[in-house]
């Protein structure tokens, strides 16, 4: 093609000037959100629109635009610039690209042209003349995009003579014979632009038997220093060559050269120029659509991304919890922690380094947050360096650590409000005990990890249906806690980490030796317990019914999953030595000494005074208040043995 | 005690100048390597030693010292020292530090000295009179380490009257009665050091009846100006008292008073002046060595910690399975990767950041060592950014392609053969066919993770007893791939991750789509199935018999675990939906393209020349060779439907 308008030799033969696509980045950023939200796997051709102008100064090369406007087809045109229409073809992958046969779309496009030149509608419509071809891969982990352009235009088996060199109009004022007028991007002085080759052919088809020579006027609407100009439009006459067989279409060309002026596509990197956080976030996105669009069509993933989260403990738990929430895409992520890293943390805690253990060690929280915006700048993160009060851990030794624990309280009662899933991470039972309270009054979905040695625990906590009214009535409740004879219990009625027990939490912290100062687990417990809490977190948010869910349990292992990605159980309980999960559901047990009514109404009426009496009392307020002591008064009167009830807790 | 050495008003009576405990880091340090080498939570006391000497300048107090050499009992003692003797008692934790009787270990202490004083074994051994109590905690986790001292010294009810102030030596120096020398550290003119109080008791109690009045020589020998004189030694006369009664012991006193002056521990905190990576280290020791001390106390550490591991692939299964080889404590970790890291990466990818996106994405093998050694850096991490040559991947369309292969091929063999454990973790099937025939030929451990969406596969592959011999006769062999049924299969008669294929490797990368390109996957599963792939290494390295021991099957849940970590499983299969693993095992296929006898021998007897046909060949080359053309043909004549086996593969 370019040949065809630099060859010197070619004195009397009409040549023109192909079109240099000129796609911005908009256009392929728009390309990039169309195919991540809109397309997706689809690979069908696409309409899509472009411009070109024909006012550019002398020495720019004809340019067909195509920028972030090009996917709206109704959308308007660039003043004095002219549409053109296309058709995108978005392959899947780069072997698709390649494979895909150029040949063969030209020719449909050509053959398209070539009918609405033969029944006339292109009289009606020109712009059907001037079409262009697309055909794109976009390899969006990369941003390389690679993209071949094609102006069909049919052709004269003998090309075109000119009867008369081009001329400037401003040269030749006086026209006699037929002249046909063509809107011309091109500003080369001897030759018309490409938009002309399938008007002249339409002229050749329709009125050919008529008119043998036409004068054609490429109109070139020019601004020169403020001046409007058409003088620099030009002017000749070309004897219109008789086509063949009118009903076969001519050879048609059009396929872009690239860069190398070889036939071949052309390739354009965008990762450089795109803003890296916005390549960050739609790169993200993209991994996870594709989870949806090949797998789980009905998979709600921005009831996922949108998910508040507060993850109470950011040690290895909580750590893990938080990277698999970033692969899930969750954007607001909170840690609430008093701890500091130590250097035994980081091999174990994948938010921290060696370094964040100088001088006594950043905040665990702090850390957490630092490091996420690290990993994913488009993170909403927030940290909190500080303590959760505990029952059996006086707060009242003075004012000020009185006056601590209630802004501990108001802090932790302002945060689970403010969050849709609560993540109990913690090391110890008893700072898991104010949050199961505060979240069961709020009425948000617990998620509940623990560990031990080569066994954890992964629970959702029950999700109460209003805090006063789902009193159970004493007569109807059950009184075997750590029941899992139940089947079919709804997300209402099950019970919370505190339900299987007994005694009321108390501190555990004194006196446990190094090995219970720090968690000793299995290296790899952590990362499965902390993987499974979000994937049930994520599992139970596809569920229609959310935490009221009924749980699933191990033998609905069989059955229809409730939800697209499956189970919703109440806990996880894993064997690491046996590489076994069971999966266990227990009704709330109405004298729990954290989610039962009785403590939710004292919470609910008394506020901060209640729960300091809990903090500073020992284990037999909870218990008495719970009815637990009268529990265990009449059970040891019946010899009943808890001791099974007692083995399975504390997995 | 302080008050008694600096009481001015105590004209006549003699006061003496206490120990200051002066405990170097030294000490510290090697407390900290016997707590976790030796002492472990053993909290029985511990006999130590420390010294003291009398040459000290006026001005410096009188200091008992503890260095490293403490816990050498029969080491050498510095020149001109004394040494002391002590008794350690370690708590392991804070409370019990708290709580420890201090009256009573000073009792007990005073009335051992006291019974030595009866019996005369202070005589014959005066060091009994010297000996001190260290009472400590060493908080591992932060470098706090608490302690209390104590000299204990048994008391004259009614103190000690001098008969004449002390004076220098130089002044005094015609002795005519009972004189007693004292080896002295105290610097003080008018007071002795501490020694000479159980020493006076003894005096008292063995001569009281026969010697009134004593004097004593406190003698210094110190070193003034190259100058070496005796000349600042005191000497004074002291009335022994009686004893009241002499078959009790007396009153004791001893613990020392803390930086403030009160009777209290003191604290040291050496995290800052102890080298970080040190400290690292051994906190890091301390949390796998509180596994073994507390609750496995057969798990054999060295064997995990001293494993070379070899990573193929540092993808998300890559990064999850360094992350928790470093949690075990793992220090040498080798990645071989191609790759560069993307944008989408660091969500998923646990080593990597946003930042390592830039300019193209830094390589994930070289990325990958830098974030272990952030993290660790006592940590031996090499990175390999090179390509693994596959089968139907053709390495033959130049010199310099076929070079490059074979260059890659003897790097990965050099590689394998160096490492113990090989990990596969990449993200195509026929990535993994080179590296398994060339650890099944060098007989080493190979560890197998591949992700489905939900589902995944750990597998460790049969462990070949020697490459040749194991050639199984054919008529033994077993032809139905994929079996299960088969138990107790030991372990040189399991499959590889070929084994269940009736179809030879090929290029899988074409023409797959984005979604398949990147692994698409629920985000927790490669966080499981990467802590999966290093659990079953180290619970595999527990048993005695290694990758040779039988395979545990989901039916061996119930039954006792063959390791102190529990099963050594073949394969674990894991479905997330239904949060449940199945532990299928299942035999070597003799006609495997991957491990059969064929493709070893071939392998082994032709080297480069052999692979580089399989790199350069269609799926037929391996398939005429293994045989697996001609079971096609039978069984497609028999009919034999192998979809079910297909199926149970590529989970």
Chains 1, 2 share one sequence.
């Not at 500003?187 to 002309?196: A, E, I, K, R």
């Not at 938080?322 to 035994?344: E, P, Q």
């Not at 932790?412 to 039972?429: C, G, N, P, Q, W």
Request: with cysteine.
């Amino acid at each position: 093609m370019a040949s065809e308008a630099s060859s010197p030799a070619a004195d009397l033969k009409l040549q023109f000037a192909p079109f240099i696509s000129a796609l911005e980045a908009g256009f392929w950023h728009q390309l990039t959100q169309k195919k991540l939200n809109d397309y997706r796997l689809d690979e069908s051709p696409k309409s899509i629109k472009g411009y070109y102008s024909n006012g550019d100064p002398v020495g720019l090369p004809t340019r067909l635009t195509l920028e972030y406007s090009a996917f709206d087809i109704d959308g308007p045109t660039p003043a004095r610039c002219c549409p053109a229409f296309g058709t995108l073809y978005n392959t899947n992958t780069i072997d698709a690209f390649k494979d895909t046969d150029k040949k063969a779309l030209l020719e449909k496009e050509a053959k398209e042209i070539w009918e609405a030149i033969q029944s006339g509608a292109a009289i009606k419509n020109p712009s059907i003349l001037c079409r262009f071809i697309l055909l794109t891969f976009a390899d969006l982990k990369k941003y390389n995009f690679y993209y071949w352009f094609c102006f069909p235009a049919l052709c004269f088996p003998e090309g075109l003579k000119l009867n008369q060199r081009p001329a400037l109009l401003e040269q030749i004022f006086s026209a006699k014979q037929v002249t046909v007028g063509v809107y011309d991007p091109c500003t080369l002085s001897q030759h018309p632009g490409w938009p002309l080759r399938n008007l002249l052919v339409l002229l050749a088809n329709q009125w050919g038997s008529k008119v043998d020579t036409v004068q054609i006027l490429c109109f070139r609407d020019r601004t020169l220093q403020g001046d409007r100009s058409v003088n620099h439009s030009i002017v000749f006459q070309v004897k219109l060559p008789e086509l063949p067989n009118s009903s076969v279409c001519p050879k048609s060309v059009g396929w872009e050269k690239n860069a190398k002026g070889a036939m071949g596509p052309r390739i354009v990197n965008l990762s450089e120029c795109m803003d890296p956080k916005r390549l960050a976030e739609s790169s993200v996105d993209l991994n996870l659509k594709l989870m949806k669009w090949r797998l789980v069509p009905s998979l709600d993933l921005d009831k996922v991304i949108n998910t508040k989260c507060l993850l109470l403990g950011a040690g290895t738990l909580g750590c893990n919890v938080a990277r698999t929430l970033m692969g899930w895409g969750v954007r607001h992520i909170t840690f609430v922690d008093n701890a500091k890293i130590s250097y035994s943390n980081p091999v174990r805690q994948p938010l921290y380094e060696f370094e964040d253990c100088f001088g006594g060690g950043k905040s665990k929280a702090i850390a957490a947050v630092d490091r996420l915006t690290k990993i994913f700048p488009g993170v909403n993160a927030e940290g909190y360096n500080m303590s959760i009060p505990m029952p059996g851990h006086p707060v009242n030794f003075s004012q000020a650590t009185l006056s601590q624990a209630q802004r501990d309280v108001e802090q932790l009662e302002k945060l689970i409000a403010e969050h849709d899933v609560v993540f109990l991470l913690m090391d110890t039972r008893e700072s898991r005990w104010l949050p199961t309270v505060l979240a069961a009054s709020k009425q948000k979905l617990v998620v509940n990890a623990a560990l031990g040695f080569d066994t954890f625990v992964v629970m959702r906590h029950g999700l109460k249906k209003t805090a006063i009214s789902q009193s159970v009535p004493s007569g109807s409740a059950p009184i075997v806690p750590g029941s899992s004879l139940f089947s079919n219990i709804p997300g209402h009625k099950l019970g919370c980490y505190f339900c299987n027990d007994v005694v009321a939490p108390g501190d555990s912290t004194r006196d446990r030796t190094l090995d219970q100062q720090c968690t000793v687990s299995r290296p790899g417990l952590a990362m499965i317990a902390g993987a499974l809490a979000v994937e049930l977190m994520v599992s139970i948010l596809q569920h229609s019914e959310g935490g009221y869910a009924i749980a699933s349990s191990s033998d609905d292992r069989m059955n229809e999953p409730p939800t697209s990605l499956g189970l919703v159980p109440h806990q996880i309980r894993g064997f690491l030595s046996r590489f076994d999960n069971v999966l266990p559901a227990s009704l709330a047990f109405d004298k729990c000494t954290a989610c039962s009514p009785t403590v939710l109404e004292h919470y609910e009426k008394e506020g901060f005074n209640f729960l300091s009496k809990v903090f500073n009392s020992s284990h037999s307020f909870l218990e008495d208040l719970t009815g637990l002591t009268l529990l265990h008064q009449e059970t040891q009167a019946a010899e009943v043995n808890y001791n099974l009830c007692m083995e399975t807790k504390n997995l």
